[in-house]
């Protein structure tokens, strides 16, 4: 009796310490959001760039059929584009992520208005994508 209890035991923590595998395993951020949390130096080419490519530049590039662009004069197809702002004024300011249009508009913050628009259900892009932008604004919005 004693054996099939301790034998039972065993099996009970077994699969329990399994389980636990699998739910740590959810608690875990992506690799992505772990290397913004970490110190370094964020890259407009490296790390900015592509995410504008892959988000924005479909509606804010010098096109007739461009919606962000003929709205506000947003390029967003270059660092230069993107620092020179749009036709209400500069959208960047290195240094200041929390007074910045550019990210401002990645959370919802600035009048209502959240971009990208019509990304996805929640309207935005992924967290580990807004917290790049903004510490590369925080940084100083280099070019490198």
């Not at 760039?49 to 390029?75: E, F, M, N, R």
């Not at 990645?106 to 807004?130: C, E, S, V, W």
Request: glycine share 10%; net charge positive; aromatic share 6%.
């Amino acid at each position: 009796m004693k054996i099939v209890t301790l034998l039972g035991g065993s099996v009970l923590l077994a699969i329990s310490f399994g389980s636990l595998a699998a739910t740590d395993k959810a608690l875990v951020p992506a690799q992505d959001a772990l290397n913004i949390l970490q110190p370094g130096e964020v890259s407009f080419k490296r790390d900015v760039q592509p995410i504008l490519i892959d988000y924005c530049v479909s509606c804010h590039h010098p096109s007739p059929s461009s919606k962000g662009y003929a709205k506000s004069g947003l390029d967003l197809t270059s660092y230069e584009s993107l620092m020179k702002g749009t036709k209400f004024g500069k959208v960047v300011i290195p240094g200041d992520s929390e007074a910045s249009t550019f990210t401002k508009l990645l959370t919802g913050t600035n009048r209502g208005l959240k971009m990208p628009m019509g990304l996805n259900a929640g309207g935005t892009l992924d967290r580990q994508y807004i917290l790049t932008l903004r510490k590369w604004v925080k940084q100083g919005a280099k070019n490198n």
